[in-house]
């Protein structure tokens, strides 16, 4: 029987002003806004550039035209990416701008309202104690930045986020390798590292095994802690088209997302669009952080239902007999008190996958932003090799990746674990061993920075300073680092609080669409894309490639060791190099000549027979997660009326792509504005609050006061918001073995603030 001492659902109400929807009208209406505009031609004309679509993962975009993914389908493009594209088309921040805003005045700006100063056309500088940044010539830059590389290599560092190519990512590699150093932290250590881990131990690969085409086979998707409809809107179109042959969706998620209920997509207009299209046959709504108890409640009632693929784990698996042992010893008063979701429910998730021909199992940061992110995963793995679904089309494990081209940064060798095959083709290119040391990820370099470890720092895109947990220690951080080079599309709130102690150079780098060369990119699918070249829209601007300064750079400091730097300004020859060089990307090497863009090879696993030394696929046994939370006293509340304690997750809006925001609401959660927490009615009853106050949420590291409640259709004892604004108030909490921070859970207090009291 069940001991699920949470209240019961429902979990379900969303608030009066949510959609009945997910996608729907709203995208017509915004891709008519957008593309009627004064921008309408500039956008039009962006949109049928030959390059990837700069959003998510998903990988739309390319050779065969803007709207078309890997399997020639048209219409896949949505509008996250005219949301992308929008802000990369935005006139030049103005000339004098910087000379007349001073930094304080630029930290007083939000993320949204930083990204709207407009692109960054001409390089700056901040000096130590200049309350400006200021126009930098080449030539100083140069000087500033071939000084601050030339440290001890364990002193120097660079961090990346997935939005460049293949080829920028191959040379920072290259040149912080031959520098010396292995301090290569990327935002993928905040984000799927976990999958990358697991993966890499079960299957002996760090990616999706399953291609577009696969899951075209699939007869069931289990997704996970992914919320498609805001994040790889695209996704949607394979769930719907699945529904229709028949097949079934499980969803698994705290929050019942409404676009993961139904989805109205442009891609069907008359069937899907207005009416909407049914996604999840059955939603379970676990508490967060607590997936490794639900997987292994489905591990168990496959057991007990009989779907266990006793012959496929014999022959293709390792260590299986203590994943079943553990289910089978595991009770089920204890699995359903952790993870708070029925028996019953766990059993018709069981049934669905024990039952289906191909299960395709998805998931994202709701899966990996755990202190125990990699037994997620593991559980995730074990349940579809347990029921057979692994090693055949149709079936298998895919991680839904974040960034445009985060994947394609892990494939190029950007992270601290080096695999061993390019390891051993760098060797061969340098003359020399290349046993660095450990190197930093990004939350090891957070610290050693803190611990003024780091001297000089490059980071090629991304935000480090919001990405991350505690942004008051990230800021300290920074700012005991003497230089920092930031390479930047547009200006984000990382620059204005990210200052280094000397140096703070801001380099204004052309995007994917207007690069003079060519550059590729690898999907979240797999699937690699070409890249043609581009103009910029902005007039008399002083931007460089990424290709073009990293290699100017190395050139400075290295010389012609091991390559001839300057060469490969002409990205042909760094894709020969890539070639040559990373396991799986031999067709790159001809591209140029060939135009065939292409599927990894040894990436998608067909047949049961996995990339491990032994080609079985290891299983892990999964310890459950100890969810206790601590109690109002823990936060300092002695007299703990009208507050709860509560489990937050903390992502992203509609409107926005990761620190960076668009819009201000969240018109399909009935969010009006980024200073909002989604709670369940029954927790705001219990703690005497209404809908619409403002309370005060706690956490570790800080607090935000003035925070209006949302009620939502969150499980209750959880609750979301959304960062970046939210990093100010916790620590860092990080899964060990893969070092991301645990921002899918973080425990705080919430109570009604004086503000309210007053009010009332
Ligand atoms: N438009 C747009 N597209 C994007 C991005 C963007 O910001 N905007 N970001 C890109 C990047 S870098 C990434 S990593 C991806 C992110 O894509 P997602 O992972 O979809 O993004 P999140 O907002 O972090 O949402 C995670 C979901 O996990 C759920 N969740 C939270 N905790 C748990 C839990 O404990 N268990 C389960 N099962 N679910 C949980 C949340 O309710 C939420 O629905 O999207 C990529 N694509
Ligand atoms: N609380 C909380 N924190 C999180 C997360 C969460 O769910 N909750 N998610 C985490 C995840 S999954 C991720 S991936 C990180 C994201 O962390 P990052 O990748 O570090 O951050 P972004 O906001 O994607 O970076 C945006 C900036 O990239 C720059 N940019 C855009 N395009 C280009 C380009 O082509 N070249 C260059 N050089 N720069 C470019 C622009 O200047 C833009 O301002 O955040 C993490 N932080
Ligand atoms: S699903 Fe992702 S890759 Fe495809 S168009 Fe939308 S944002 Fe771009
Ligand atoms: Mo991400």
Not at 21 to 30: A, F, K, Q
Not at 65 to 91: D, Y
Not at 470 to 490: E, F, M, P
Not at 571 to 596: F, N
Request: with cysteine.
């Amino acid at each position: 029987m069940d001991t699920n001492p949470q209240p019961q659902p429902p979990f379900h109400e969303p608030n009066a002003d949510t959609p009945a929807i997910g996608g729907g009208l709203p995208v017509i209406e915004y891709w008519a806004e957008h593309s009627l505009s004064p921008e309408g031609p500039k956008l039009w004309k962006t949109l049928f550039h030959h390059s990837a679509c700069l959003s998510c993962s998903w990988g739309t975009g390319g050779q065969k035209g803007g709207f078309t993914n890997e399997a020639g389908e048209k219409l896949q493009r949505c509008m996250k990416s005219v949301e992308a594209i929008s802000a990369e088309i935005q006139p030049p921040v103005p000339a004098h701008f910087f000379d007349t805003h001073t930094i304080a005045e630029l930290q007083q700006l939000s993320s949204l309202e930083a990204d709207r100063l407009g692109r960054l056309s001409f390089p700056v500088i901040r000096r130590a104690g200049s309350s400006h940044y200021e126009r930098i010539t080449w030539d100083e830059i140069y000087a500033i930045a071939t000084d601050a590389f030339q440290k001890p290599p364990e002193r120097v560092a660079s961090y990346s986020s997935g939005r460049g190519s293949n080829e920028a990512a191959f040379l920072l590699q290259l040149m912080m390798r031959t520098l010396g150093s292995n301090n290569l932290a990327d935002c993928s250590d905040l984000c799927h590292a976990p999958s990358t881990t697991a993966l890499k131990e079960m299957f002996g690969t760090n990616t999706s095994i399953v291609s577009l085409e696969s899951l075209k086979q699939a007869d069931c998707v289990v997704l996970a802690g992914a919320n498609s409809p805001y994040n790889h809107p695209r996704l949607m179109n394979e769930l719907i088209k699945l529904r229709d042959r028949g097949g079934k969706v499980i969803v698994i998620n705290p929050v019942m997302e409404i676009g993961l209920v139904k989805f109205g997509s442009p891609a069907f207009p008359v069937k899907s669009l207005i009416p909407g299209s049914e996604i999840a046959s059955l939603y379970l709504q676990p508490i967060p952080g607590s997936d490794v108890a639900l997987f292994v409640g489905i591990q168990k009632a496959l057991i007990e239902q009989g779907y266990v693929k006793q012959d496929f784990l014999q022959a293709h698996t390792e260590d299986w007999e203590a994943v079943l042992e553990q289910a089978r010893s595991l009770s089920w008063e204890t699995l359903t008190a952790t993870c708070g979701v029925s028996r019953s429910e766990i059993s018709a998730a069981a049934t669905i996958i024990g039952t289906s021909k191909g299960v395709v199992f998805g998931w994202a940061m709701g899966i990996t932003q755990h202190a125990n992110g990699v037994d997620n995963v593991y559980s995730i793995a074990n349940t579809a090799l347990i029921s057979g679904h692994a090693g055949r089309m149709g079936a298998g494990v895919m991680p839904v990746r974040g960034h445009s081209n985060v994947q394609g940064f892990g494939s190029m060798g950007v992270t601290v674990k080096l695999k061993e095959e390019i390891k051993q083709a760098l060797e061969q290119l340098l003359g020399r061993s290349l046993n660095l040391p450990k190197g930093y990820h990004t939350r090891d370099l957070i610290e050693a920075a803190e611990a003024g470890k780091v001297e000089s720092l490059i980071c090629v895109g991304g935000n480090l300073y919001g990405a991350n947990p505690d942004s008051t220690q990230a800021k300290r951080a920074l700012g005991n680092i003497n230089t920092i080079v930031y390479l930047a599309t547009k200006p984000n709130i990382g620059h204005f609080h990210g200052l280094a102690k000397i140096h703070t150079i801001i380099i204004p780098v052309l995007n994917r669409f207007e690069n003079p060369h060519k550059t590729t990119v690898e999907s979240g699918n797999n699937f690699v894309r070409l890249n043609n070249e581009g103009k910029t829209h902005l007039k008399e601007a002083d931007l460089i490639s990424e290709v073009e300064f990293l290699t100017e750079l190395a050139h400075r400091l290295l010389g012609e060791y091991p390559v001839e730097w300057r060469k490969l300004q002409d990205t042909r020859y760094v894709r020969q190099l890539i070639g040559s060089t990373i396991p799986g990307y031999e067709k790159i090497a001809t591209i140029d000549e060939t135009q065939e863009e292409f599927t990894i090879s040894g990436r998608i696993v067909t047949e049961p027979h996995f990339k491990t030394p032994s080609g079985k696929a290891k299983m892990f046994t999964t310890p459950l997660p100890n969810l206790t939370l601590p109690t109002p006293q823990d936060f300092g509340m002695d007299h703990p009326q009208n507050s709860l304690v509560l489990a937050l997750m903390t992502g992203r809006s509609y409107s926005q792509h990761n620190t960076v925001v668009y819009k201000i609401g969240d018109q399909y959660r009935g969010m009006p504005h980024r200073h909002c927490i989604l709670v369940n009615r029954l927790d705001a009853e219990r703690a005497n609050w209404a809908e619409h106050d403002r309370v005060t949420v706690q956490g570790d590291a800080g607090r935000l006061d003035n925070v209006e409640v949302i009620y939502g259709a969150v499980r209750a004892g959880a609750a979301l918001m959304f960062y970046p604004e939210v990093n100010v108030i916790f620590k860092a909490r990080t899964e060990t073995r893969s070092g991301t921070p645990a921002y899918k859970r973080v425990p705080v207090l919430v109570y009604r603030d004086r503000h309210s009291l007053e009010i009332a």
